[in-house]
C-alpha cells in the first residue's frame, strides 16, 4: 500500500506561481514514477506532468511547457509541481499519482496504481 498525499494549492491571480506537494508513504521502493493530473469541472480528469522515480525523465502535457516544472525529492518521497505563469484555464482539482509499472505511457491515467485526494487551484483572471 502507499499513501499519497497532495497540498499547495490555492487561489493565485493570472500570472502568479503556486508550488504542489505530494508526499509518498508505504510501499514506496518499488514504484517506478509519479505524476500529475488535474479535473476541471465538467472535464475528464487529464494529463499534466509525470516524472520517473530517478528523476531521469520528464513528461509535460504540451499547454503546461515551459510554465511547469515537476521534480522528485527521493529522500522525502515527495514530487513536487512547480507552477509559473499560471492562467485561468488551469483552474482545477490537482491530483497526484504513483505508477508501479514500467512503461512510457506516463500520460495516461490507466498506468497509475494510487492517488491523491487532490488540492484545489484556482486561477482568477
Known amino acids: 500500500q502507499v499513501q499519497l498525499e497532495d497540498s499547495g494549492g490555492g487561489l493565485v491571480q493570472a500570472g502568479g506561481s503556486l508550488r504542489l506537494s505530494c508526499a509518498a508513504s508505504?510501499?514506496?521502493?518499488?514504484?517506478?514514477?509519479m505524476g500529475w493530473f488535474r479535473q476541471a469541472p465538467g472535464k475528464e480528469r487529464e494529463f499534466v506532468a509525470a516524472?520517473?522515480?530517478?528523476?531521469?525523465?520528464?513528461y509535460y502535457k504540451d499547454s503546461v511547457k515551459g510554465r511547469f516544472t515537476i521534480s522528485m525529492d527521493n529522500a522525502k518521497n515527495t514530487v513536487y509541481l512547480q507552477m509559473n505563469s499560471l492562467k485561468p484555464e488551469d483552474t482545477a482539482v490537482y491530483y497526484c499519482?504513483?505508477?508501479?509499472?514500467?512503461?512510457?505511457?506516463?500520460?495516461?491515467?490507466?498506468?497509475?496504481?494510487?492517488w491523491g485526494q487532490g488540492t484545489q487551484v484556482t486561477v482568477s483572471s
Open positions: 508505504g510501499r514506496t521502493f518499488s514504484m517506478y514514477a
Open positions: 499519482a504513483a505508477s508501479f509499472r514500467r512503461t512510457s505511457d506516463y500520460q495516461y491515467l490507466r498506468e497509475y496504481d494510487y
Open positions: 516524472i520517473n522515480w530517478r528523476g531521469s525523465a520528464t
